[in-house]
């Protein structure tokens, strides 16, 4: 029954998505080359409201949970799991009160609208997996770009995304990238579930009446540990939350 009424209600999904991103990519372009980067960063949080608003028409709810007292005016490093692409409007949104920015694969600030133009302006890296020397000097500089703005970060240490939701092995690169230019950064995990679930059929019918959920975890602090035992802490946290082995 879901995959039937996904045939039904993708396209008002689709529609509503699509809509979003033509219309914020002007609004987007004004605002950042008229008033700058505070007004640039409000468009894009207001577009992710309006791009998690488009999940409903699918009947998918969002439930977002943080209960942490996470510090404002000091870098976080967010730290996910990753399922599907329908991961990060939600994230911009919940956490846009400490400008987190994203690692995003080079291919994407091309051509897509609203969300290329986004990448390319709003601070975060873009790397080209196929040339390591090219990702380590992106991620270097946001590292420097957090420490100066007391930005924070998204990544997720997968690498890529858990077709079936169970958490792969999570890779210390990134994050240690990062802390070498912003040491001083806080550690927080996020459990995200259901999220893969939408694409289960791939991109059309999507699938309806999902139950996604986001947990904010408690905080580490780095201090002395490696970037890859504060990745392995944090897969393990994770995997506790989702209730995996």
Wanted: aromatic content about 12%.
């Amino acid at each position: 029954m879901r995959k039937f009424l996904g045939y039904i209600l993708s396209p008002l999904h689709y529609i509503s998505f699509g809509l979003a991103l033509l219309i914020f990519h002007p609004i987007q372009w004004l605002c950042f080359n008229l008033f700058g980067y505070k007004a640039h960063k409000r468009s894009v949080d207001i577009l992710n409201w309006f791009l998690m608003a488009s999940y409903y028409w699918l009947g998918n709810t969002v439930t977002f949970v943080n209960k942490q007292k996470l510090p404002i005016g000091r870098s976080i490093i967010f730290m996910a799991n990753h399922q599907s692409t329908y991961d990060i409007p939600p994230l911009i949104w919940y956490l846009r009160k400490y400008h987190a920015k994203f690692i995003s694969k080079i291919e994407l600030a091309k051509g897509i609208p609203s969300v290329s133009y986004n990448l390319r302006h709003g601070g975060g890296a873009n790397i080209d997996r196929k040339d390591n020397r090219q990702s380590i000097s992106e991620l270097v500089k946001l590292g420097t770009r957090m420490k100066e703005n007391n930005w924070s970060a998204v990544i997720f240490p997968e690498g890529t995304r858990s077709k079936d939701g169970h958490v792969k092995m999570f890779q210390g690169g990134g994050v240690g990238a990062l802390l070498k230019k912003c040491p001083d950064a806080l550690i927080v995990p996020v459990a995200i579930s259901n999220s893969w679930k939408v694409i289960r059929y791939g991109q059309y019918p999507l699938n309806t009446f999902i139950p996604m959920r986001w947990e904010v975890l408690a905080p580490i602090e780095p201090g002395e540990k490696s970037a890859n035992e504060l990745a392995l802490m944090v897969e393990n946290r994770i995997k506790e939350c989702l209730k995996q082995e």
